[in-house]
């Protein structure tokens, strides 16, 4: 009987791994397609985007789902207990990435077509490049119980917030210097500030692998880059 639990107890935390490792994929799908509709002015692309938000969201409540149903069934202690709250965590962070990829592909339907200079685009893609290679390692940290990897996009959030207040600037000068470009750095800088706080759901997963690991949080403040010039964007955004 001993044996039977322990396997059905393991089966469990494979699945949640697999689900969450599921909706992990769809995460970084959805940010780098909303982030290549904007650059290619693709409106259908972006309704993909924002249609596709709902499979992430599904996928959450299944987590949910299934945790609170291994949680009342096995009553884990210790690390498997951390492995269970670990997914819980991740799906909440994932499902937060994914709402945000909504916001940016929503913008793209909202500019309808109308596009500033691809230069003005650039500085949102390297960001977004910078994202994926951070949500790829983190969820690689995550399947591999890897605690190095998970420290390492940790740390790697301050050059995400050092290029988003690059961006920022960039785009008030270009506003600046043409006041036509003004609606589109507008809604550019809105896109900036989503893959920044997308940078920081990244950084929340790297620090639930870590406590999953580790059984304690990591013990050093949390590096952050300046994003003062951020700020007022980020309150305006969040009413």
């Known amino acids: 009987m001993t044996e039977h639990t322990t396997k059905a107890f393991d089966t469990d935390l494979q699945d949640l791994a697999r689900m969450v490792a599921e909706m992990g994929g769809l995460a970084e799908k959805q940010v780098a397609d909303s982030v290549d509709a904007l650059a290619k002015r693709d409106t259908t692309m972006a309704a993909r985007v924002t249609a596709a938000d709902a499979n992430i969201d599904a996928l959450q409540r299944e987590i949910e789902e299934k945790a609170i149903l291994t949680i009342a069934r096995r009553q884990p202690m210790a690390v498997d207990l951390r492995e269970v709250v670990g997914a819980l965590r991740l799906a909440n ?10 916001n940016i592909a929503k913008r793209v339907i909202a500019l309808n077509a109308e596009f500033p200079p691809p230069k003005l685009i650039r500085g949102v893609e390297h960001m977004t490049d910078l994202l994926l290679e951070q949500l790829k390692t983190v969820l690689d940290a995550y399947g591999r119980r890897d605690v190095a990897k998970a420290l390492v996009v940790w740390r790697g959030d301050e050059e995400i917030d050092a290029v988003c207040t690059s961006v920022f600037r960039e785009l008030l000068t270009y506003m600046m210097e043409d006041p036509r470009n003004i609606t589109f750095c507008i809604h550019l800088m809105f896109c900036a500030k989503n893959i920044e706080r997308m940078g920081d759901h990244a950084t929340n997963i790297a620090e639930t692998v870590h406590y999953m ?26 009413r």
């Open 93 to 102: 962070d994932l499902e937060r990435i994914g709402d945000l990829a909504k």
């Open 213 to 238: 690991i580790e059984g304690k949080p990591i013990a050093d403040q949390r590096p952050k880059g300046d994003t003062t010039t951020l700020a007022a964007l980020r309150t305006a955004g969040d």
